[in-house]
């Protein structure tokens, strides 16, 4: 029972994400950061006016490190990539004026508005589906939204709890951000 259990577990915990990285052992004065910045962003569509809005954008230095491979080959990865990327955002439509055009008056633009930014694994590609879902049902139903704004869409990506790595080609883990 205990193999099985082993067997069906294994490949779930080698395709899971690693959890970011804050602190490297070579280099234990430097730290792993990542910020959401104020920007003002330029919304805009062909044949229509620009709109400028405030947005956020993730800026940091996450770590990466490849460690050389053996042969025959470890069966750990010694290779790691966190980037620095939205963990938090919502969606926005903004309405932008078309004038000239008599069949498209307006076009809407759906905007993502960053709150909070992580390093997180390289190549995690968020989902924005759900938002997109949510918009086109609004639209659809023709319903009127709740809340203050009736454009706004929560997204949260999931986040890894971070857990210490144990390991010799590996750091110790810090705190958060």
Excluded at 5 to 25: G, H, M, Q, R
Excluded at 103 to 113: A, G, S, T, Y
Excluded at 153 to 160: K, V
Aim: charged letters at 20%; aromatic letters at 6%; hydrophobic letters at 35%.
């Amino acid at each position: 029972m205990f193999r099985f259990l082993v067997a069906a577990l294994f490949p779930a915990v080698i395709l899971a994400a690693p959890p970011p990285i804050n602190k490297l052992a070579l280099f234990p004065d430097k730290s792993a950061w990542c910020e959401a910045k104020n920007i003002t962003q330029i919304v805009g569509h062909s044949g229509c006016e620009s709109k400028s809005i405030q947005n956020r954008a993730c800026l940091g230095q996450c770590f990466s490190y490849s460690v050389p491979n053996t042969f025959p080959q470890s069966t750990e990865s010694l290779v790691h990539c966190d980037s620095c990327m939205p963990a938090q955002s919502m969606w926005e439509i903004v309405t932008l004026d078309c004038p000239g055009n008599a069949e498209i008056p307006r076009v809407d633009k759906l905007v993502e508005k960053i709150l909070r930014c992580s390093c997180q694994a390289c190549g995690k590609e968020p989902s924005h589906e759900g938002a997109l879902f949510n918009v086109y049902l609004n639209a659809e139903e023709n319903l009127p939204a709740e809340g203050p704004n009736p454009h706004h869409y929560m997204h949260h990506q999931q986040e890894a709890e971070e857990t210490p790595i144990s390991n010799r080609h590996r750091e110790e883990e810090g705190g958060e951000e």
